[in-house]
């Protein structure tokens, strides 16, 4: 086995090792602290070669023992091929430290060259200086004396300038109360008190005596000024801090100057007219409904600007009243915050609150300046988060009162001009309420996320899962809102204002299949395009999943949203279904219960329950065709396919020449039951899917089933069984132009006559010209009454 063969690992090991041994004495030190572990661990094995405690007896005992002849000359080749190559490894590495030797000791030379005649630099500079040193001396003596007389002469004139500015205080003082100067008046007693106080006695006793009556009239204007209305906050707290510093005692003035900082917070809370004329450029008109004449927002900034300087002041005449200056500044951060409340609950962009916030922010900005202690803007961030979930919740609550509105209010105006109620109108508007309004709402607060303002940067986390949430929430409130409208006629008039009677009833009914449509549209398109939305043209506000946290989730669940709503899509389709056919049922019921079935007389014409019984089809036709897509039909089949769909085709006019006796009658309701067992099997109820045939054939369907029991529950004479079935045949034609599954509605039409037939005491059908003639005489009445215009 050549080197080739032997493992990387095993051949990088040795090498290591190798170096180890070469630059360390000590074979503990020669690995890292893995290493030796590892070396340890096989020190029990007899076959480490590059252990130090192998002992190469028993390795060969062991080797013998374990290998045949050929495997020990292959081992023999391996070993002298290993060793051929650590004494060449171990040449390169002695010829590689030789190299680095001969460089070092180059290098050493070239040092010592260069550091020869330093030494002598070294000693010139130090006579240079030395020099220096004695001739800086030499003038320093030189010009001592007059440097002394200088000083004294300079001493001299000072002190004429003080003698001279004693001698001129009063009349200093007497200008700067004509000219209300009263800092420079206070900065020039102050700065005259010491030699006032050491000579006024003796030297200046006049110059003394006039500037304390200046002074007495002084601190009389600026007590005027602290107690006076007319001046500002500004104003009366620089008097203070003037009055302080002649040592007048103003303790006595804290509490009213308190009393008048207190009383100045509530005009500097922010007002919506100030909001709005912020928003509003000089050259622009003002906005609709702001207040003419109202302060502009910089009047409002120059007020707080002045309650800062006010606090300054406070804070250097009063040290010790920290905590109630921090409760004032506190408290008009409370009542901005307070106002924001107000404000967000009305329907305002997201521009709106933002303007709010900058103006609240600066103001925050501007007391924090004066007043650190405070800690504002921790402050006003606690109350911002109230405010941004506030507003958060008052604009999806107004998104879903949009969608509740463009439910209801297409109906107010068709009742109030008297026309027919626009069940598509109504859907229309509700699908660009619910798919507009959500991307306008997910705009809105992507301009909130993407502002920079230091406020709302801290609260993006924060904004991200509130959205989220608040998605998450309104689609489920909305759900809820779906059901209250469609919970009972009754309480939907009430609240909604539908009239009473027929049209409330038909108008309860289409809004329920609009909220069966629009159930389907959030499901299959508002919620996918909503994704979309925050997962593409929003990504960058609200990409990170907020504060939440994975553990949690996250907060905003679409495909929840998308089964609540497919499974309320279907709750509402069955609803408009369950209460069309009620109002079918209880006409069907009205027919079958009135009239004495068994004292019946022969039928001379179809009922006109048929032509009530169309007629609701009808209006349910119109409905769903403005609602609901079209579909296909499906089990098309002709008369000659087994059913009864003709008077011919019927089992029951097989023998209809054979009126005789009603053992005959019984005879052929025997044959209808056998061919029924034999008839092919028709697949009746299936699932209702949301297209105009599915939904009328459901309801048509429902209908007959309601009309079989009711049959079920009387007692028919022949010429009420005749009446039935004149009615029935009748119907079969118009029914299957509006179902998609003509051979159910066959089965069930016969099904119809077959409850007939069992509940008649002489079963005996109409002859086939009798009742194709009295077809024939209702469709050409039908066409009379309604004449089909050129």
């Excluded at 070092?104 to 550091?115: G, L």
């Excluded at 020869?116 to 003596?141: D, F």
């Excluded at 000083?151 to 001299?156: M, P, S, V, W, Y």
């Excluded at 209300?180 to 030297?203: C, N, Q």
Aim: charged share 25%; with cysteine; proline share 4%.
């Amino acid at each position: 086995m050549g080197t080739d063969d032997v493992p990387l690992d095993d051949k990088a090991k040795r090498m290591r090792d190798l170096l180890s041994s070469f630059y360390s004495p000590d074979p503990s030190m020669s690995s890292s602290p893995d290493t030796t572990s590892l070396s340890s661990s096989k020190r029990t094995t007899l076959d480490d070669i590059n252990s130090p405690s192998f002992d190469p007896d028993q390795y060969m005992d062991l080797l013998v023992q374990k290998s045949n002849l050929e495997r020990l000359l292959q081992r023999h080749v391996e070993l002298a091929a290993e060793m051929k190559n650590l004494d060449t490894d171990l040449q390169m590495l002695v010829y590689e430290n030789y190299n680095k030797f001969i460089s070092a000791t180059d290098t050493i030379k070239r040092m010592n060259s260069n550091i020869v005649g330093m030494e002598s630099n070294m000693e010139q500079l130090l006579e240079k200086i030395m020099s220096v040193q004695s001739r800086s001396h030499g003038v320093n003596t030189s010009l001592f004396e007059k440097r002394e007389h200088i000083e004294k002469l300079h001493r001299t004139r000072n002190l004429l300038r003080k003698v001279q500015f004693i001698y001129d205080l009063p009349a200093r003082l007497g200008k700067c109360i004509k000219a209300e100067a009263y800092a420079d008046a206070v900065r020039f007693y102050t700065g005259a008190m010491p030699i006032l106080k050491a000579y006024g006695d003796s030297s200046f006793q006049d110059c003394k005596r006039a500037s304390e009556e200046a002074i007495a009239i002084i601190i009389n204007n600026l007590e005027g000024k602290i107690f006076s209305d007319s001046e500002s906050i500004q104003a009366r707290a620089e008097a203070a801090v003037l009055l302080k510093q002649l040592d007048f005692p103003v303790e006595s003035l804290k509490a009213r100057l308190l009393e008048k900082l207190a009383q100045s917070v509530a005009d500097l809370q922010l007002k919506t007219e100030e909001v709005s004329n912020a928003s509003v450029d000089s050259k622009d008109p003002p906005k609709e409904g702001s207040i003419p004449g109202s302060a502009p927002a910089g009047n409002h900034e120059a007020s707080v600007r002045e309650f800062a300087e006010a606090v300054r002041a406070y804070c250097v005449i009063f040290p010790d009243s920290e905590s109630q200056l921090v409760k004032l500044a506190q408290s008009v951060v409370t009542k901005h915050f307070e106002m924001t409340d107000e404000y967000v609950q009305t329907k305002i962009p997201s521009a709106e609150l933002l303007r709010v916030l900058r103006l609240i922010w600066k103001d925050v900005l501007l007391m924090d300046e004066v007043l650190h202690e405070a800690a504002l803007p921790d402050y006003s961030l606690e109350a911002a988060k109230v405010a941004v979930k506030q507003y958060v919740a008052s604009t999806f609550s107004h998104l879903l009162h949009d969608i509740s509105d463009s439910l209801t209010k297409v109906h107010a105006r068709q009742k109030e001009r008297a026309e027919e109620y626009s069940l598509q109108d109504a859907l229309e508007a509700s699908k660009k309420a619910v798919l507009q309004g959500s991307m306008d709402v997910l705009l809105n607060f992507h301009q909130i996320l993407e502002d920079n303002l230091e406020l709302l940067v801290q609260l993006k986390d924060m904004i991200v899962d509130l959205v989220q949430e608040g998605f998450q929430d309104f689609f489920r409130a909305l759900d809820d809102h779906f059901l209250l409208l469609s919970g009972g006629s009754n309480s939907v008039e009430h609240d909604q204002g539908f009239a009473e009677g027929t049209q409330a009833d038909k108008a309860f009914a289409g809004l329920v299949l609009v909220l069966a449509q629009l159930s389907v549209f959030i499901e299959q398109t508002a919620i996918p395009k909503i994704t979309e939305a925050r997962s593409h043209e929003i990504a960058a506000s609200f990409s990170g999943g907020g504060a939440r946290g994975y553990e949690y989730g996250p907060a905003f669940v679409p495909g929840e949203i998308c089964r609540i709503f497919r499974s309320a899509g279907e709750k509402f389709l069955h609803l408009y279904i369950n209460m069309r056919t009620q109002r079918i049922s209880i006409l069907l019921k009205k027919r079958f219960t009135t009239p004495n079935w068994v004292k019946h007389k022969e039928p001379r014409e179809v009922h006109m329950f048929v032509d009530l019984f169309l007629q609701e089809l009808e209006a349910i036709g119109c409905e769903v065709k403005q609602i609901l897509p079209q579909g296909h039909r499906r089990h098309r089949r002709n008369d000659s396919n087994g059913s009864s769909a003709s008077s011919r085709s019927n089992p029951l006019r097989e023998e209809k020449s054979s009126r005789s006796s009603s053992q005959r009658a019984r005879s052929q309701l025997l044959e209808t039951h056998l061919a029924k067992l034999f008839k092919q099997k028709v697949e009746i109820f299936t699932k209702v899917e949301f297209t105009q045939e599915s939904v009328v054939t459901t309801i048509v369907k429902l209908c007959l089933k309601s009309l079989q029991e009711f049959i079920r529950l009387q007692t028919f004479n022949r010429s009420g069984f005749q009446q039935i079935q004149l009615d029935i045949q009748f119907l079969r034609t118009p029914l299957k132009e509006i179902v998609e599954d003509e051979a159910a509605i066959d089965f069930l039409l016969d099904e119809v006559i077959v409850a007939g037939s069992e509940r008649c005491l002489d079963p005996i059908p109409l002859e086939p010209p009798i009742l194709d003639r009295l077809i024939q005489a209702k469709l050409a009445k039908t066409r009379d009454q309604n004449p089909i215009t050129p």
